[in-house]
C-alpha cells in the first residue's frame, strides 16, 4: 500500500529523483494498470491532479512507460496461397490496405515480418539483414527476446554518407537487442568511389570475415528499394537524384541490396556495382530463407522482379502490391 504524503500539495521539485521515481511508477500504475482517475490518484498520493498529470507526462517521456499502437493486422490467406503457387514461394505474409507507403502500411507489414521471424522453428542462430526505413519499421515490431541469443550480420554497407532524420543504418543491432543476441556489422559505405577501393575493403580480415558470414546466414530478411527521391540510397548521400533518372532510363526497377536490377534482376549498371560492397544479390537464391519486406505503388516493380528471379522465397507485403504481382504472373 503506498505511502500518502502528509501535505496536501507536494513540490515535486523539492523531491530527490529516487523519491519523484516512487511517485512516477504509483502514479503510472494506478492510471494504466488498476484503471484509476487522475483525480483518484491524486487523494491517493497527496497531489493535484495538475500533478498527476506531468507525472504520467514525464513517465511517457522518460520511457517508464511505453504506448504502443498496435494495429490489429488481418491477413489475406486466398491471396498469400495464389503468390506461394505462382512464384513457388515457401510463405506469402498479404496484409488489408492501399499501401500507399505510409507510415500505417509500413507499420502493418513490418509487423507481419517481425510475427514471421519470430515464429520460425528451428530459430535460425545466424540471421542476416539489410538496412533501410522499411527494416527498421521491422525491428520496431521485434517481440521481445524473439530468438535468444541469436547472431545478426548486416548484408551491406551502411555507414552513411548523410546524417537522415531517423536512423536507418543501425538495424543489425537493433535486430540483435531485440533477440538478446549480438551483432556483427559491415563498418563500411554501401559505396565507394572507385572499384579498386572496394576490392582492397573487401581483402580485409575484419571485412573478408563479415562477409563470408552474410554468405553463410541460412535466414535473411530484406527491403527492397525504389526508384525514387525518397530512395534510403539518395536520403544517405550514395546516389543523387540524377543518378536514379538515368539508372530508371536504363532499365532499373529498384535495388536490392543496393545493387540497382532491372525487371529480369539483372545489374543494370556494372560500373556503379563495382563500387557496391556487400552480398551479391545472387547469393539470396541459395538462402534456406529469404524475406522480402516491401509496401506500396513505388516497389511493385522491384517486388515483381525479386520474386521472378527467385531472389525471395518470402514475400511480407500489402494487399495491392500483392494483386500486382499476381498480375504480373499471369502476363509472364
Known sequence: ????????????????????EVLMLQAAK??????????????QLGLTRWQVARLLKDAREQGVVRIEIIPRAQRRPELETRLQRAYGLIEAI?????GDDDGLAVDSVAQAAGQFLAALTPRPPLVGVSWGRTMASVAHWLPRRWNDGVEVVLLNGAMNVHATATRTNNIAELFAVAGN??????????MVGRSETRMVLERDPVIETVLALGEQAPVVCLGLGS????????????IAESEI???????AVGDVLGRFIDADARIVDAELDARTIGLSPAALRGKAISIGVAVGLRKHLVVQAALKARLINVLVTDEQTALAALEAARGA
Open 245 to 251: 533518372a538515368r539508372l530508371r532510363k536504363a532499365g
Open 30 to 43: 494506478g492510471y494504466y494498470n488498476l484503471d484509476r482517475t487522475m483525480a483518484d490518484i491524486a487523494k
Open 94 to 98: 498479404v496484409v488489408p490496405g492501399e
Open 1 to 20: 500500500m503506498p505511502v500518502r504524503p502528509d501535505s496536501d500539495d507536494v513540490d515535486l521539485r523539492s523531491l530527490s529523483t529516487e523519491g519523484r
Open 181 to 190: 543476441g549480438r551483432a556483427t556489422l559491415l563498418p563500411v559505405p554501401a
Open 227 to 238: 526508384m525514387t527521391p525518397e530512395s534510403v540510397l539518395v536520403r544517405s548521400g550514395y
